[in-house]
């Protein structure tokens, strides 16, 4: 009955809230009240019928009993009371009404409440409506932030812009706005709201007619204004935790932490009630992917209880978003259709689920069908295969879809949403995102403002035609060679067969990202030449590891073709034997268990760079390797772990005691240093003065070569 889920006594019975676009109306914003007692002038018994929800509220004295009532006007049939609480909230209390204000009937008596919104059915008349508290449930008095009283005389104005309902039955579902139908040909909104009036032009040339948020806030009024103006309706999201994707938020107990789902409540509550009759809302969309990815958070039996919570939760917020906003549909999204038994046990207050689904796209309607459900559905995310669903390539990275490939994945998607008629509602695919780094080529129709083909492939989907469109090149075949063994700091070559259905000319860019080798996702253009025949010849990073290599190219009309493989950096071949290899090898101190430690000295002896020896987190450290007998050698390698050496010395030894130093440096970077050392010893030590990070020191290899 709360938005906790608690239960209450068996006299209390739960209101099923009004589906979207029902003739129920608010009777008691506004109305005279008055109340047994206030804590003070700040506090009177008019704030909790003013329809502020979180900024102004009424608050008794500090004793049993207190009363608040409102007078209708008249006497109105009574159908339904939400009480939203303050944390000093009843435990126990009677709804009453009355036709005079003195002789009072009980509606419903509630025991044990848990505060948070109540939420009513009632049965009944009456022109007074009050709230009669008998027990507290702590030390301070009754305060409520707003008492809403629901009847079934007079009607509610429909939200500017018409009200929007799912109507029809089992099967054969539709979308109407106004009264007409209305399908979602839609795309997830990626720009800055600042540039709202910039893009959203463009969207409706491309025959999008909504776009999707994650986020409902007060920043959102911009975006909902610029999206109104161009005929474009808003799913308004409600973020929960934890969510899916990057920045998702971290692990709640949906169980017991009261506190965040009250306060997630209150600020939801705020909004709709600020923007229900804006015309740029289509409906509310609470949570993104949180049934899946509370299986980041728990597991086995404790899973299911808190995915049954979660669930619940979502059920109490659609209830409480139908008592303020009858005029708009409520769904919630998730990533995993195993979440749609969840809902279907627990959020019956719903009208409709959403679905972000990629590479699966088509499985969608297979397990609506077979789940048995009883409410349509829009698809909220959609597009070609992402990260997590493709095979991987020969450096054991994730292998990208060519352009034309991505292009053909919102095609399919599209015909997969459109193919199940009566039941998808439509979609918003992913993603009309402006970002030009490693997510933004993967997913983004126009990346630093270039058309992909795969905008002009979701223009077609949507406009029926791109006809007369100046379109992108097209990119194919694209090689990298060595693809698994290029040496860092020097060259390797990339190859790509380029067109222009134009016959445009074509300018070229060559990108490199960092984002499996560094976690930098950025796309930074790299040292490159072209060598005619559309062939490049480009310089390799200094970091070792897996990158991204990208090929760009315009066709000078806004348009960009962009395609890319990996390429694996290596350290660079350094002529003669590793006299180093698998020789005795000591050091200072090693860390025994961090990360994927336990990090010995050997290991940096051991010819391998998935492997490293890490010291402790101090200076000065040392490693030293033994030779085994005095050897001539002409070079040193050592490839940096990210926790460097900013100072260090190379000392030899033909004793292990007695030490002579042939090279210092004090300006370390890290990555591979490649040392010309032309000495004869047994023992070659490094002598590690300043670390180059809050870290210890920690090498991948350090290679003798003689």
């Given at each position: 009955?709360?938005?906790?889920?608690?239960?209450?006594?068996?006299?209390?019975?739960?209101?099923?809230?009004?589906?979207?676009?029902?003739?129920?109306?608010?009777?008691?914003?506004?109305?005279?009240?008055?109340?047994?007692?206030?804590?003070?002038?700040?506090?009177?018994?008019?704030?909790?019928?003013?329809?502020?929800l979180?900024?102004?509220?009424?608050?008794?004295?500090?004793?049993?009993?207190?009363?608040?009532?409102?007078?209708?006007?008249?006497?109105?049939?009574?159908?339904?009371?939400v009480?939203?609480?303050?944390?000093?909230?009843?435990?126990?209390?009677?709804?009453?009404?009355s036709?005079?204000?003195?002789?009072?009937?009980?509606?419903?008596?509630?025991?044990?409440?848990?505060?948070?919104?109540?939420?009513?059915?009632?049965?009944?008349?009456?022109?007074?409506?009050?709230?009669?508290?008998?027990?507290?449930?702590?030390?301070?008095?009754?305060?409520?932030?707003?008492?809403?009283?629901?009847?079934?005389?007079?009607?509610?104005?429909?939200?500017?812009?018409?009200?929007?309902?799912v109507?029809?039955?089992?099967?054969?579902?539709?979308?109407?706005?106004?009264?007409?139908?209305?399908?979602?040909?839609?795309?997830?909104?990626?720009?800055?709201?600042?540039?709202?009036?910039?893009?959203?032009?463009?969207?409706?040339?491309?025959?999008?007619?909504?776009?999707r948020?994650?986020?409902?806030?007060?920043?959102?009024?911009?975006?909902?204004?610029?999206?109104?103006?161009?005929g474009?309706?808003?799913?308004?999201?409600?973020?929960?935790?934890?969510?899916?994707?990057?920045?998702?938020?971290?692990?709640?107990?949906?169980?017991?932490?009261?506190?965040?789902?009250?306060?997630?409540?209150?600020?939801?509550?705020?909004?709709?009630?600020?923007?229900?009759?804006?015309?740029?809302?289509?409906?509310?969309n609470?949570?993104?992917?949180?049934?899946?990815?509370?299986?980041?958070?728990?597991?086995?039996?404790?899973?299911?209880?808190?995915?049954?919570?979660?669930?619940?939760?979502?059920?109490d917020?659609?209830?409480?978003?139908?008592?303020?906003?009858?005029?708009?549909?409520?769904?919630?999204?998730?990533?995993?259709?195993?979440?749609?038994?969840?809902?279907?046990?627990?959020?019956?207050?719903?009208?409709?689920?959403?679905?972000?689904?990629?590479?699966?796209?088509?499985?969608?309607?297979?397990?609506?069908?077979?789940?048995?459900?009883?409410?349509?559905?829009?698809?909220?995310?959609?597009?070609?295969?992402?990260?997590?669903?493709?095979?991987?390539?020969?450096?054991?990275?994730?292998?990208?879809?060519?352009?034309?490939?991505?292009?053909?994945?919102?095609?399919?998607?599209?015909?997969c949403?459109?193919?199940?008629?009566?039941?998808?509602?439509?979609?918003?695919?992913?993603?009309?995102?402006?970002?030009?780094?490693?997510?933004?080529?993967?997913?983004n129709?126009?990346?630093?403002?270039?058309?992909?083909?795969?905008?002009?492939?979701v223009?077609?989907?949507?406009?029926?035609?791109t006809?007369?469109?100046?379109?992108?090149?097209?990119?194919?075949?694209?090689?990298?060679?060595?693809?698994?063994?290029?040496?860092?700091?020097?060259?390797?070559?990339?190859?790509?067969?380029?067109?222009?259905?134009d016959?445009?000319?074509?300018?070229?860019?060559?990108?490199?990202?960092?984002?499996?080798?560094?976690?930098?996702?950025?796309?930074?253009?790299?040292?490159?030449?072209s060598?005619?025949?559309?062939?490049?010849?480009?310089?390799?990073?200094?970091?070792?590891?897996?990158?991204?290599?990208?090929?760009?190219?315009?066709?000078?009309?806004?348009?960009?073709?962009?395609?890319?493989?990996?390429?694996?950096?290596?350290?660079?071949?350094?002529?003669?034997?590793?006299?180093?290899?698998?020789k005795?090898?000591?050091?200072?101190?090693?860390?025994?268990?961090?990360?994927?430690?336990?990090?010995?000295?050997?290991?940096?002896?051991?010819?391998?760079?998935?492997t490293?020896?890490?010291?402790?987190?101090?200076?000065?450290?040392?490693?030293?390797?033994?030779?085994?007998?005095?050897?001539?050698?002409?070079?040193?390698?050592?490839?940096?772990?990210?926790?460097?050496?900013?100072?260090?010395?190379?000392?030899?030894?033909?004793?292990?005691?007695?030490?002579?130093?042939?090279?210092?440096?004090?300006?370390?970077?890290g990555?591979?240093?490649t040392?010309?050392?032309?000495?004869?010893?047994?023992?070659?030590?490094?002598?590690?003065?300043?670390?180059g990070?809050?870290?210890?020191?920690?090498l991948?290899e350090?290679?003798?070569?003689?």
């Amino acid at each position: 009955m709360t938005v906790l889920g608690a239960l209450l006594a068996s006299s209390l019975t739960l209101a099923a809230s009004p589906p979207a676009g029902a003739a129920e109306s608010l009777l008691s914003q506004g109305k005279p009240a008055t109340a047994s007692s206030q804590e003070g002038d700040a506090y009177p018994a008019s704030a909790a019928f003013d329809g502020d929800l979180t900024g102004t509220r009424w608050a008794s004295q500090w004793s049993d009993p207190q009363w608040i009532q409102v007078d209708l006007g008249g006497v109105r049939d009574l159908s339904r009371v939400v009480l939203t609480w303050e944390a000093a909230h009843a435990q126990a209390y009677e709804i009453q009404a009355s036709d005079n204000g003195t002789d009072w009937r009980t509606l419903k008596t509630v025991t044990g409440s848990d505060g948070g919104t109540d939420d009513l059915a009632v049965s009944g008349s009456g022109r007074y409506v009050r709230m009669l508290g008998t027990a507290r449930a702590g030390g301070y008095g009754y305060s409520l932030w707003e008492f809403q009283v629901y009847g079934g005389d007079g009607t509610t104005p429909p939200a500017a812009g018409g009200a929007v309902a799912v109507t029809g039955s089992q099967g054969d579902w539709q979308l109407t706005v106004g009264g007409e139908p209305y399908q979602v040909k839609g795309l997830t909104w990626g720009p800055s709201v600042a540039d709202a009036g910039r893009y959203l032009p463009d969207l409706r040339s491309m025959g999008v007619n909504t776009i999707r948020t994650w986020g409902t806030d007060g920043s959102s009024k911009p975006l909902l204004d610029e999206a109104a103006a161009n005929g474009i309706k808003v799913v308004s999201g409600f973020w929960l935790q934890p969510g899916g994707g990057p920045g998702s938020g971290g692990c709640v107990n949906y169980l017991t932490d009261t506190a965040y789902k009250n306060d997630s409540l209150t600020e939801f509550a705020k909004w709709v009630d600020t923007y229900k009759s804006h015309p740029g809302v289509l409906m509310w969309n609470v949570g993104n992917e949180s049934v899946l990815g509370l299986q980041n958070c728990y597991s086995g039996d404790e899973l299911e209880r808190q995915r049954d919570a979660y669930t619940g939760f979502v059920n109490d917020v659609a209830k409480k978003i139908h008592t303020i906003d009858p005029d708009h549909p409520v769904t919630s999204t998730d990533a995993w259709t195993g979440a749609w038994p969840y809902y279907k046990r627990n959020a019956p207050d719903l009208d409709l689920y959403s679905m972000n689904s990629y590479g699966d796209i088509c499985n969608v309607r297979t397990a609506w069908e077979e789940g048995g459900y009883t409410k349509p559905y829009i698809i909220t995310e959609g597009g070609p295969a992402g990260e997590w669903e493709v095979p991987d390539d020969a450096n054991g990275v994730p292998d990208e879809p060519t352009d034309v490939r991505k292009a053909e994945g919102y095609t399919k998607a599209w015909q997969c949403v459109t193919g199940h008629r009566g039941v998808a509602l439509g979609a918003t695919l992913f993603h009309y995102g402006v970002e030009h780094d490693f997510g933004g080529v993967w997913f983004n129709l126009l990346p630093d403002g270039l058309k992909r083909l795969s905008y002009y492939a979701v223009k077609k989907a949507y406009a029926g035609s791109t006809s007369g469109d100046n379109t992108p090149p097209v990119i194919s075949g694209m090689t990298v060679t060595p693809a698994s063994s290029a040496p860092a700091g020097g060259e390797f070559t990339v190859r790509a067969d380029v067109r222009d259905p134009d016959g445009d000319p074509v300018t070229y860019k060559v990108f490199l990202s960092g984002n499996y080798a560094t976690g930098d996702n950025r796309l930074v253009e790299a040292r490159w030449r072209s060598t005619g025949d559309g062939t490049f010849v480009v310089t390799a990073p200094e970091k070792l590891g897996v990158w991204k290599v990208y090929i760009q190219a315009e066709d000078g009309h806004g348009n960009a073709g962009i395609e890319t493989r990996s390429v694996k950096v290596v350290a660079p071949p350094v002529d003669g034997t590793n006299v180093a290899l698998h020789k005795t090898t000591t050091a200072s101190s090693f860390q025994e268990s961090y990360g994927d430690c336990p990090c010995t000295p050997d290991l940096a002896t051991d010819g391998r760079t998935d492997t490293r020896w890490a010291s402790d987190w101090s200076d000065p450290q040392w490693i030293q390797v033994d030779l085994g007998a005095p050897t001539a050698f002409r070079t040193l390698q050592l490839v940096w772990d990210p926790a460097y050496a900013k100072a260090y010395e190379v000392r030899l030894s033909d004793n292990g005691t007695d030490w002579r130093t042939v090279h210092t440096t004090t300006s370390g970077d890290g990555d591979i240093d490649t040392l010309g050392i032309a000495e004869t010893a047994r023992y070659v030590r490094l002598q590690l003065t300043a670390r180059g990070t809050e870290w210890g020191y920690s090498l991948h290899e350090f290679g003798i070569y003689g």
